[in-house]
């Protein structure tokens, strides 16, 4: 579950034009231990309401899985009319009093988080969600804050992989037509490799990735996004080594892929898929996929997406009009084409200065922001000595993405470790004349070359 959240700055602080809504199933309240209650909280900056859904969590979850099975059968969507209607019904129509606003943050609980809210249907207006609201997805309540947070300011910088094993022609096309609005050049077939999104990932502002994905049920951190293999590395992008990136200057990561929103469910609702790697790596902004996408919709959504982004709308209102342009195009029209489609995180995109500041670590001796670090002398306390293989490592003043960029480290260089958070995820670095700074633990970047 999530840490308790002040209300109050939540509201002041994050909700300025969007509503929150927030679902939520009790279990086993009223002392009937099957009975499964469902509620959402809807929430904006001046306002606060809890709305009692009338259904159960049992009806919920298998209404989601019929809509789902029958929007992404033969018949493209066609016959997931009906459940669209009910779950809008159910999900939708209670709400509609409580919303100021069209961009709409949803906290999804439990089945919701598999649910295409932009495709649901409202059958008194005749249209689809994503025609009347802009909706955003996060993970938990409590994320928002730290999600925001990590907005930096946009320097529409590009890094774009396609088609890595050459079995989706459209996503070579697809990663040309992003790099040009950027001029710059794709990498695509044998260059689109997982070693390109280690070395440049966490320099550049927006990351694309038009490849397979490859959902793993049984072990979902192992769910990964197929690119190419080099002496390096395998190619297969794992979810257990994107929390290990450091993604602090992207503001933006599209997966242009199959099922890469999907994962198993946490104790705290989250889902442990990409989509929660990505967002843990340090972006505050993901574009993921619910199902297997159409490869030749899908590039023309994309294409959408980014010439929106490049003419300065948000990401939230970008993927809103391209997934409208999918949709009004005959052929596509069903939301198979167009509704796997989902954004989590900041609702904004870059471009913006942050809007809540993260909570700063313990005052130290500290490295000139955006200067090289300096090589390291060893102290009593040192316990490994370090070499940065990767360029611009970058240098922060806490164990986190989240806390301030000091410096960034060079190839080559050596440095001192000197401790590290729980886990050994982030080590803590001793740099010349003593000043100190953190460094994410990922073998990609670096190597030990001794222990004391």
Excluded at 86 to 91: A, F, I, N, P, V
Excluded at 212 to 224: E, K, S
Excluded at 233 to 256: C, I, K, M, Q, Y
Aim: proline share 5%; hydrophobic share 40%; charged share 15%.
């Amino acid at each position: 579950m999530d840490h308790a959240v002040d209300l109050t700055a939540l509201q002041s602080q994050v909700l300025s034009d969007t509503t929150l809504i927030v679902y939520y199933i009790a279990e086993g309240i009223l002392e009937v231990p099957t009975e499964q209650l469902a509620v959402a909280w809807v929430i904006d900056a001046d306002h606060v309401a809890a709305v009692p859904l009338d259904t159960t969590g049992a009806e919920i979850r298998a209404a989601v899985e019929l809509l789902r099975l029958n929007m992404t059968s033969s018949s493209r969507g066609n016959g997931a009319a009906k459940q669209a209607e009910q779950l809008y019904g159910t999900l939708m129509a209670p709400l509609e009093p409580y919303l100021r606003h069209e961009n709409i943050t949803i906290v999804p609980y439990g089945s919701l988080y598999c649910l295409p809210f932009a495709a649901l249907w409202n059958g008194e207006t005749e249209r689809y969600l994503i025609e009347d609201y802009t909706p955003t997805y996060a993970p938990s309540l409590a994320t928002l804050p730290l999600i925001q947070a990590r907005r930096t300011p946009n320097a529409n910088s590009l890094l774009a992989l396609g088609n890595p094993d050459r079995s989706l022609p459209n996503a070579s096309a697809e990663a040309q037509t992003i790099a040009d609005l950027y001029a710059t050049a794709p990498l695509t077939g044998l260059l689109a490799t997982e070693s390109a999104v280690y070395s440049q990932s966490h320099t550049i502002d927006l990351l694309h990735l038009a490849a397979h994905g490859v959902y793993n049920a049984r072990d979902p951190l192992a769910t990964q996004i197929a690119l190419s293999a080099d002496p390096l590395n395998d190619g297969a992008l794992e979810v257990r080594e994107v929390f290990r990136l450091d993604l602090a200057e992207t503001n933006l990561v599209f997966l242009s892929a199959c099922e890469t929103a999907l994962g198993k469910q946490s104790m705290g609702d989250e889902i442990m898929g990409l989509t929660r790697a990505f967002l843990y790596a340090g972006t505050p902004s993901i574009v993921t996929t619910l199902w297997s996408i159409n490869d030749a919709a899908s590039s023309v959504l994309v294409g959408t997406f980014y010439a929106e982004i490049a003419q300065g709308s948000s990401f939230a209102a970008a993927l809103q009009t391209a997934q409208l342009a999918v949709m009004h195009e005959e052929k596509w029209h069903a939301p198979y084409y167009w509704a796997a489609f989902t954004r989590h995180g900041d609702y904004l995109g870059s471009g913006e200065p942050s809007a809540i500041q993260p909570a700063s670590s313990t005052p130290t001796t500290t490295v000139a922001a955006e200067q090289p670090v300096a090589t390291a002398t060893p102290t009593t306390e040192a316990v490994a000595q370090l070499e940065i293989t990767m360029d611009n490592l970058n240098v922060r003043s806490g164990p986190s993405t989240a806390y301030e960029q000091l410096g960034r480290l060079r190839a080559g260089e050596r440095v001192t470790i000197v401790g590290s958070n729980t886990g050994e995820t982030w080590w803590q670095i001793c740099c010349v004349a003593g000043a100190r700074g953190w460094v994410i633990n990922n073998e990609n970047y670096m190597r030990i070359l001794e222990k004391k």
